[in-house]
T-cell receptor
Framework: QKEVEQNSGPLSVPEGAIASLNCTYS??????FFWYRQYSGKSPELIMF????GDKEDGRFTAQLNKASQYVSLLIRDSQPSDSATYLC??????????FGKGTRLSVIA | SAVISQKPSRDICQRGTSLTIQCQVD?????MFWYRQQPGQSLTLIAT?????????ESGFVIDKFPISRPNLTFSTLTVSNMSPEDSSIYLC???????????FGQGTRLTVV
């Protein structure tokens, strides 16, 4: 059974701080890793994807992958109230559907 | 990225009836999926919609309750049959353009069964 684990939160950070979201996965054969943001009542939207070990930066977002530890994280710098949402970690192992974690609810306090 | 049009966006249905949800992708995609999301919960995969053949259902979901069609590489439907209040949920279709790439989502269908 392929599993993706996330802390459900809520994670509360003050505006301007760094929010750190973490995710672990069980399948060592996983090849691609994704972070989605989901606002209440909306469908998930892709924020970042990462395929290789290390860091990948896109604006205020940095995804970090450590395949040896089966760990992927998302850092949000200069957090804004508009970043308040549920963040879903998803993992893909090739010709299979994405496996989603339960999501971490982030609250950025103004 | 792919654009997925899903409809209806919401519906209120009587128990015992059926509702068919449609998803149209703006370009050909390799795989299409159907998810259910209960309020405050994460996504639960219902099935993989296979083009030209029967869908592949996850544990706990059966074809008689959730018949799925995928007649071509851009279109799929999910029917929620013989509905009960427990079927009230958000239903999402999703697609992968290529293997190991990101999944895109339709806008979702908020279903309420009364």
């Amino acid at each position: 059974q392929k599993e993706v684990e996330q802390n459900s939160g809520p994670l509360s950070v003050p505006e301007g701080a760094i929010a750190s979201l973490n995710c672990t996965y069980s399948d060592r054969g996983s090849q691609s890793f994704f972070w989605y943001r989901q606002y209440s009542g909306k469908s998930p939207e892709l924020i970042m994807f990462i395929y290789s070990n290390g860091d990948k930066e896109d604006g205020r977002f940095t995804a970090q992958l450590n395949k040896a530890s089966q760990y992927v994280s998302l850092l949000i710098r200069d957090s804004q109230p508009s970043d308040s949402a549920t963040y879903l970690c998803a993992v893909n192992s090739g010709n299979t559907p994405l496996v989603f974690g339960k999501g971490t609810r982030l609250s950025v306090i103004a | 990225s792919a654009v997925i049009s899903q409809k209806p966006s919401r519906d209120i249905c009587q128990r015992g009836t059926s509702l068919t949800i449609q998803c149209q992708v703006d370009s050909q995609v390799t795989m299409m999926f159907w998810y259910r999301q209960q309020p405050g919960q994460s996504l639960t995969l219902i099935a993989t919609a296979n083009q030209g053949s029967e869908a592949t259902y996850e544990s706990g979901f059966v074809i008689d309750k959730f018949p799925i069609s995928r007649p071509n590489l851009t279109f799929s439907t999910l029917t929620v049959s013989n509905m009960s209040p427990e079927d009230s949920s958000i239903y999402l279709c999703s697609a992968l353009r290529e293997l190991n790439t990101e999944a895109f989502f339709g806008q979702g269908t908020r279903l309420t069964v009364v």
